[in-house]
């Protein structure tokens, strides 16, 4: 396959078309998929196998979208590691069973579930006030929930539902656990992290990156742009929170990742997924263990120690598009997304 062009009748790529492209890049570097990176890990490492050796007793780690996908493998391994894991689950049942099936596995595991729910901002607020009540530390922030692909449809405050979910529940959760963070930074000593999982559609958003003056605009919805509008704003986040920790001088690092393509729910809208996962699946589709392996590294293992605003796919560092590095937008999404949690 050749790489994505998009033609001049179609404003957006389809999701389709976008899997494609991915499918064509992976299918061409299938001999390269155990060449090791920099960091000594490649595209096929695993979550275990990034955090080998690394002991994450003392810490405590918040985990959104936990109940399953990457998220239950991210809690799974940290708490395999020692790290004290509060996941973040819209389904408290789903959570308990994920709770007691960790213990029973690992009998010294540390994990403790709360409700959350990402596309409501009093539900961010509720979960943030409850987890401060806790007490807890907290050391790692990873914003790992999300939804994909789905069809027009506004939040429970008014706004679209991938943009509120995605990105702005992840802001308003880092914005009110941040001064927890710098205290725990502070007291313990120990690097604060937070890791925004984002993806390499963040190539393929709106024209204009992000939709400040039509994010509600129905008429003009894309689903695709739409997914990739929530994910360069997942880096964009990631960016400007470093470089303000930065001025600050606090020891808290903010870098976002791409995970690869997992099979995972997220894919449930994309018919074409089903289809993939039963035929070149196993060349370029990663499993949860692969998946989970760049939010993991970025968590715990010390060859990131003190970097922060970076991008990383594959266990490695990576490169964002242009417009994903855009100091101006960055900031200019920050303060849209402080009026818009007001």
Known sequence: ??????????????????????????????????????????????????????????????????????????????????????????????????????????????????????????????????????????NLLINNAGVMLTPYTLSKDKIELQFATNHLGHFLLTNLLLDHMRKTAGESSKEGRIINVSSEAHRFPYREGIRFDKLNDEKGYSSMAAYGQSKIANILHANELARRLKEEGVNITANSLHPGVVATNLFRHVNIFNGLTTTLGKYFIKNVQQGAATTCYLALNPQVKGVSGEYFADSNLSKTSKKAKDVELGKKLWDFSVNLVK
């Open 1 to 138: 396959m050749t790489s994505f062009l998009p033609p001049l009748t179609f404003k957006y790529p389809t999701a389709e078309r976008l899997l494609g492209d991915e499918v064509g890049r992976r299918t061409r570097r299938m001999w390269l998929f155990r060449r090791k990176g920099p960091s000594g890990f490649s595209s096929s490492s695993t979550a275990e196998e990034v955090t080998e050796g690394i002991d994450a007793t003392g810490l405590t780690a918040i985990v959104t979208g936990a109940s399953s996908g990457i998220g239950l493998e991210t809690t799974h391994v940290l708490a395999l590691r020692g790290a004290h894991v509060i996941m973040g689950v819209r389904n408290m049942a789903a959570g308990r069973d994920i709770r007691e099936a960790i213990t029973k596995e690992i009998p010294t595991a540390k994990v403790d579930a709360m409700e959350l729910d990402l596309s409501s901002l009093a539900s961010v607020r509720k979960f943030a006030s409850d987890f401060i009540l806790t007490g807890f530390p907290l």
